[in-house]
């Protein structure tokens, strides 16, 4: 089925409810977007230097798009159908970048290449693609958030589970949510401790639906088995506090349980997740088994 497509050629490296919508439709549209990498396809081959790209070009989302019927303090669903990636892919740290960066002296990258469903590293490593989106997110009420940076928007979350078969749900501060996308990665590991995952251009499949009943205040996501809570702060600390005490809220919220009760059953069964712990907002996730909470009869 053809859907309608977004080529690369509109990008923004700043999510901002000013920005000029590159496609309208309507809601529950299905749309494939072409993104760059997160260094705007600016490294090809393994003689492109780091030093030498522009900065100011870098973590492109392509959009915005204009979701009819998204109507601020409502919620845009957004459910990721398909990811496919170039051939391609690049991966890096750095001085002061990431964890490690404190003992480095300069760049580092390196290219690898994407062959049946396996990411090869060298001669002895091959790793199996875990496909996931790490920009994506709707324009804040007030000033631009750089793409570069996560927060209650959605932006640069580099949440692993943001792959193919999850659905996320973003709270909307402008009319049409003004979505976009970018920065994907072809395999990466929770913290994406060296500061990249294994960078990739290519095409993300999303269908895009306005709530303009629901409201929430940071992202939530759900997949087959799972449903949690996004949130971006500070620190690890700050962002996990708040991740787990917004799960609470909102679960004793949907179903009347009694909120101590609920933190001694999640300290069970929930999973506190370091999304990434490199960007200047640290984002942490908080998963819960959907079937424990479809006991109690919990929906959005």
């Known amino acids: 089925m053809d859907f309608p497509y977004l080529s690369d050629s509109k990008v923004f490296y700043a999510f901002s409810k000013d920005l000029e919508p590159a496609l309208t439709v309507p809601s529950g549209e299905t749309v494939t977007i072409r993104t760059k990498d997160c260094f705007g396809n600016q490294i090809q081959m393994p003689d492109d230097e780091i030093d030498n790209i522009d900065w100011d070009a870098i973590n492109p989302a392509t959009g915005p798009i204009y979701v009819e019927g998204a109507k601020a303090g409502g919620a845009l669903k957004v459910e990721i159908e398909s990811l496919a990636f170039d051939g391609t892919v690049i991966c890096c740290t750095g001085k002061d970048e990431g964890v490690y960066g404190d003992r480095l002296d300069g760049w580092s990258k390196r290219v690898c290449s994407i062959e049946n469903c396996m990411l090869t590293w060298d001669d002895k490593v091959q790793l199996p693609l875990r496909p996931m989106i790490g920009v994506i997110g709707v324009a ?18 580099d949440n692993t589970k943001v792959a193919p078969g999850a659905t996320l749900y973003f709270p909307v501060a402008v009319d049409g949510a003004l979505f976009g996308c970018g920065d994907m990665h072809a395999v990466m590991g929770d913290g994406e401790v060296s500061v990249s995952g294994a960078e990739a251009a290519g095409h993300a499949t999303v269908t895009l639906t306005a709530l303009p009943e629901l409201s929430i205040d940071t992202p939530l996501i759900e997949n087959a088995d799972e449903f949690g809570v996004i949130y971006s702060a500070e620190s690890l600390d700050a962002a996990a506090d708040g991740a787990v005490h917004r799960m609470v809220d909102l679960v004793a919220d949907r179903t009347g349980k009694d909120p101590a009760d609920l933190v001694m059953l999640f300290s069970l069964c929930g999973n506190v997740e ?26 959005l």
Do not use: I, S
């Open 140 to 157: 804040p009420a007030g000033d631009p958030a750089n793409c570069g940076t996560p927060g209650a928007h959605g932006g640069n979350m």
């Open 274 to 299: 370091v999304c990434q712990m490199v960007d200047p907002e640290k984002t942490v996730r908080f998963m819960v088994p959907k079937k424990v909470l479809e006991a109690y009869g919990f929906q």
